[in-house]
């Protein structure tokens, strides 16, 4: 009994001194133009946020080393504990190892591809076998499924890192031609559709910076809605035109003669399918879950 009340005053203490570091980053009466993340000093007395600041994206450059498969299993069984929508799990996680088959799926290979789709089959299964109705045909069914999915992925990647695998959240499923998805894994046609992949290896050298982010005005809001201000847009506008802040996705925009990062990105990255019904639409009306109009 006393072994685990010390065990309960050291986890007490070691989470407190966390909380008191973390909110000694901060004065008492910040602003919103105050707000900064805690310094990486900081963050080494608590590893869970260590593990999350040190979160990266590997973009294709895997090694050929194999995730050993008690790292995968354990990395599945942590994702399935992130918060979700009246504990339904309305989702699928398909895990696939054959690098040739990842390629096909998104673009991307490494060691395991974990494809997270928005699925309410397995609960229509349960439904039909009690006899019960169930329809999830609707936005709103595929709005929370689609939460939940995101929140497992997410998870999986945090859990990843904690044991030094790193990975690539990609939407490169939603690229060229969607309909070879239910080809290559077979998926059902209705109330399923693939969220976002998660590619998981080694990456074959450390990618040369961190990604930066935003992390105060226009982020975050303390108590309502902030409105921004002409003079704090054009700060934003600024930050991304940075090489410092790490924000934007490249550097060639300014050769292409375009003034600010952003001007390159809404008016070629953000306008490229735009003028037609996206592909993601017309599956989603497919798979059901967005609802005929009523004439």
Known sequence: MKSRRREFLKTATILGSGAILLSETRPAHAGQNDRKPAAPADLLQNPTL?????LRSIHGNFTDRTIPDAALQAILGAC??????????SYAII???????MAQICGYSGSCLLVFCADYNRMKAEAHALGQPFDPGNMEFFVTASTNTVLAAQTAVIAAK?????????????????????????LPEMH????VALVLGYPTAEPPFMMGRLTGTGVVHDDNYHHLTEAEVGELIQKYDRP???????????AKGYKHYLDWYFKEWATRNAGEESQ???????????EATKG
């Open 162 to 186: 904690s044991m030094g695998i790193d990975s690539l959240l990609t939407n490169g499923i939603h690229r060229d031609d969607m309909t070879r998805l239910w080809t290559l894994l077979d």
């Open 280 to 290: 993601i639409l017309r599956i989603l009306k497919r798979s059901g879950f967005v």
């Open 80 to 89: 399935v504990r992130a918060a979700n929508a009246a504990n339904n799990q």
């Open 95 to 101: 895990a696939v190892k054959d690098r040739k088959k």
């Open 50 to 54: 260590k593990t999350i600041h040190s």
């Open 192 to 195: 399923c559709f693939p969220v």
């Open 244 to 254: 410092a802040e790490h924000l934007a996705l490249g550097d060639g925009w300014g």
